[in-house]
């Protein structure tokens, strides 16, 4: 019976000793991030995020053991690329799958998102959906180095898929950069140079100016000495 307890405390504690001997294992998974992609700008006033997926943690999925969880990378993605310009209106982007599953030597990541759009509350004009999906087959040596390459490669084809289908369906509701708005110092003014302002008082002469003296340009000239006035 002895025995059988310090198998029983052994194989609990296998886990943690293998994770203090790998002096190997790798140990830089940045967060994925892409503010250095175009971003897709929206002519809604605000942009939402919903996750309506959540993984169930039993055999085979194996989301939880990911150094970056898919969850998290769609979120990155959302925040980093979609703009609210508009004045009205919202965006919401919706997390539909985010997976991880093991089969033998098989892991698969699915990602699944959809992009709507809502004039006014509870009214949906317009949705995009994306889904991909990416496979490691073969000889795993490290789970979590290669749980963090296929997470990164199926978000890779995540944003390109997922811009694609936006532009394809939402193109009503999408904002170039030449159609924002300029600043207001930006802004080119109607009036003429010698044009007053509407509303504007009436322009008053210098001081010293009579109000009914013409203009310098255009008093008369006296003719030169000697020159008979003309008739």
Not at 63 to 84: K, N, W
Not at 135 to 148: A, E, F, P, S
Not at 171 to 180: C, G, I
Not at 197 to 209: C, D, H, K, T
Request: aromatic content about 6%; glycine content about 6%.
């Amino acid at each position: 019976m002895h025995a059988i307890r310090l198998t029983r405390r052994a194989s609990l504690l296998l886990p943690f000793l293998l994770a203090a001997c790998g002096g190997e294992e790798r140990a830089d998974f940045p967060p994925l991030r892409y503010n250095y992609l175009p971003p897709i700008r929206l002519n809604v006033a605000s942009v939402g995020i919903e996750q309506r997926f959540y993984p169930s943690g039993i055999a085979p999925d194996i989301t939880a053991l990911d150094p970056v969880h898919p969850v998290e990378a769609l979120r990155a993605m959302a925040e980093d690329r979609l703009q609210a310009l508009g004045t009205s209106g919202q965006a919401v982007f919706g997390i539909t799958n985010a997976s991880l599953t093991r089969q033998d030597d098989v892991i698969t990541c699915a990602l699944a998102v959809v992009l709507e759009i809502y004039p006014t509350p509870g009214i949906r004009s317009g949705f995009a959906q994306a889904v991909v999906s990416r496979q490691h087959t073969g000889h795993i040596d490290d789970l979590r180095d290669v749980l963090y390459d296929i997470t990164k490669a199926a978000m890779d084809a995540m944003n390109v898929e997922f811009e694609y289908q936006v532009r394809n369906n939402l193109r009503p509701w999408l904002l170039s950069a030449s159609a924002m708005p300029l600043p207001v110092e930006r802004q080119p003014l109607d009036t003429g140079p010698n044009e007053p302002l509407p509303g504007a008082p009436p322009m008053q002469p210098p001081p010293g100016m009579s109000p009914m003296a013409p203009p310098l340009g255009m008093l008369p000239v006296p003719p030169p000495q000697g020159t008979p006035p003309s008739q």
